[in-house]
């Protein structure tokens, strides 16, 4: 499903944290049953000023839109950071970087021996989606290296992913060949390892990574198939994606057990297909088994800002959840990758503790503070919102569904009521800098357990804006209301869509 018919659905159907601990000598033990274990920056080697200028600089641009920060050396937690409204506790769609964890389920596939190996053809699974004679050549290995041929353009291939798109797609290349990013060929495994296993991906997932890993508080989407998605809709909390970098990091072994094969492991992060030169988003990555390959590493790689990077020589594991903060993904890509160099790998000074700097950390933890707990902000309204609370506008028929707003206001809260599509919907929105949460009690396609919705609202003369968020979706919506005499002016944006929505006040 693409992110714009994902908004729609979702629309009709509708602290910052961080701890450092300055006594933590003792190191993180993999028992899954145990939380991580903290340490300061500069007790791991790392220079917590380099730290604190990353937080600066995050701050100081709008465009960033980070939800949370987490770094582990030497197998300490010593950078936990979330945004509000995020904790540590909510679990956030990891989009793509969940190919990298059907990636560790084929490996243990192997290694259990549900499959034989690599060179297996999708037809031996599923022959009635492989019709085409060429297709009918696609192996294992071709889906995990995005060679599989499918003439596809992802974010523009039949929606939702689901098998019946393999007849829907034509060729276009000779599997084996040539490397086209492609969400429908992890579809596939994850279809595969459900008929070679017996039970669901998630089963299968839960059993045999999950459970040993102690993660328990995850959500994982199906599509229309009746399969859990294979390249994308695994919910998993900042700490429980570090588990599984972690994972990685030592050789797929946790709590002293070999949990994925340790072969599989360098084979699935070591380059096993030339990346074309025109994918720009690319520049300077390697492909492996749905892991990219960096200079310095390997990570897993969502839309949105999700990420799970591994540097072995460093021994580093950074998790990173965040919005959409760029429309181009070529620029995204690039700022990442000076985002690392600049504030994180240079920050790495040892692999022996370094002089404590305990007014550079005082400074990293008000810091943290404030980003945390936003200043309130009690700004006076202006004349206008006093004039349109509890007035009710009319929407002139649009696209989307909506058909009417209104607005009651308080010193310090906005009740925002609008109907779409003939469903009511009622939201609490702060109005003193923070983010007010309601929980619905239903999905709106998001996550499967039932969304929440965070808003947050502030005027600028007669327009009032509201930062719309569904917790744990890496995109937004921005709602931004004009008003003269009794007409309304709404406009929407968000990832592909931006439209505006005349209106008039309710006689």
């Given at each position: ?5 994902t ?29 991580w ?10 220079d ?12 100081s ?65 599923y ?53 086209e990013y492609?969400?429908?060929m ?36 199906k ?14 909390t ?36 030339n ?48 919005a ?132 947050k ?34 406009h ?16």
């Amino acid at each position: 499903m693409t992110k714009l018919s994902t908004l729609l659905l979702c629309l009709i159907f509708f602290g910052l944290c961080i701890s450092y601990s300055q006594n933590s000598k003792t190191k993180v033990s993999d028992d899954p049953n145990e939380n991580w274990k903290v340490s300061t920056p500069e007790e791991q080697g790392v220079d917590s000023e380099k730290l604190l200028k990353m937080f600066e600089s995050i701050q100081s641009t709008p465009t960033l839109d980070f939800h949370s920060i987490l770094v582990v050396r030497n197998g300490y937690l010593i950078t936990e950071a979330y945004w509000t409204p995020y904790n540590k506790n909510t679990t956030h769609n990891i989009k793509s970087a969940s190919k990298s964890i059907i990636s560790a389920l084929v490996g243990i596939a192997l290694d259990k021996k549900y499959l034989n190996s690599l060179d297996q053809k999708v037809s031996e699974f599923y022959p009635e989606y492989v019709i085409d004679s060429l297709k009918q050549t696609i192996s294992l290995h071709d889906l995990l290296t995005m060679t599989g041929g499918l003439d596809w353009m992802e974010d523009a291939g039949p929606s939702p992913f689901d098998l019946e798109s393999w007849n829907k797609t034509p060729m276009r290349d000779t599997p084996g060949e040539i490397f086209e990013y492609n969400t429908a060929m992890t579809h596939m495994m994850s279809a595969i390892l459900t008929k070679a296993t017996g039970v669901s991906t998630e089963k299968f997932a839960d059993k045999w990574l999950f459970k040993p890993l102690g993660i328990t508080n995850y959500q994982w989407t199906k599509s229309n198939d009746g399969i859990y998605h294979g390249g994308s809709d695994i919910f998993l909390t900042p700490r429980d994606m570090a588990k599984f970098g972690y994972l990685y990091l030592r050789n797929g072994q946790w709590n002293e057990k070999q949990i994925v094969p340790n072969e599989w492991v360098k084979e699935s992060t070591t380059k096993k297909v030339n990346i074309p030169v025109e994918v720009a988003y690319a520049e300077g990555l390697n492909y492996g088994y749905w892991w990219w390959i960096q200079e310095k590493g390997y990570m897993a790689w969502g839309s949105g800002g999700q990420y799970i990077i591994v540097n072995p020589d460093l021994d580093l594991v950074i998790v990173i959840t965040a919005a959409d903060g760029f429309d181009d993904i070529n620029l995204y890509a690039k700022f990442m990758r000076q985002f690392l160099e600049n504030y994180i790998y240079s920050a790495v000074i040892s692999n022996a503790p370094i002089p404590a700097k305990p007014l550079i950390l005082e400074k990293l933890t008000n810091r943290v503070k404030e980003l945390e707990n936003p200043k309130i902000a009690f700004e006076q309204m202006p004349k206008i919102a006093r004039a349109i609370s509890s007035k009710n506008y009319i929407l002139d028929k649009n696209d989307i569904g909506f058909q009417s707003t209104s607005f009651i206001f308080s010193d310090s809260t906005c009740i925002w009521e609008y109907n779409i599509g003939g469903h009511p919907v009622n939201l609490k929105v702060g109005l003193n800098g923070n983010y007010l949460i309601n929980d619905i009690g239903y999905s709106m396609g998001v996550n499967p357990g039932g969304d929440k919705i965070a808003c947050k609202g502030y005027w600028n003369s007669n327009e009032f804006t509201i930062e719309h968020h569904i917790i744990g979706d890496p995109t937004k919506q921005i709602f931004t209301f004009s008003f003269d005499g009794d007409e309304i002016n709404m406009h929407l944006t968000t990832y592909g869509l931006d439209v505006t929505i005349k209106g008039i006040k309710e006689k």
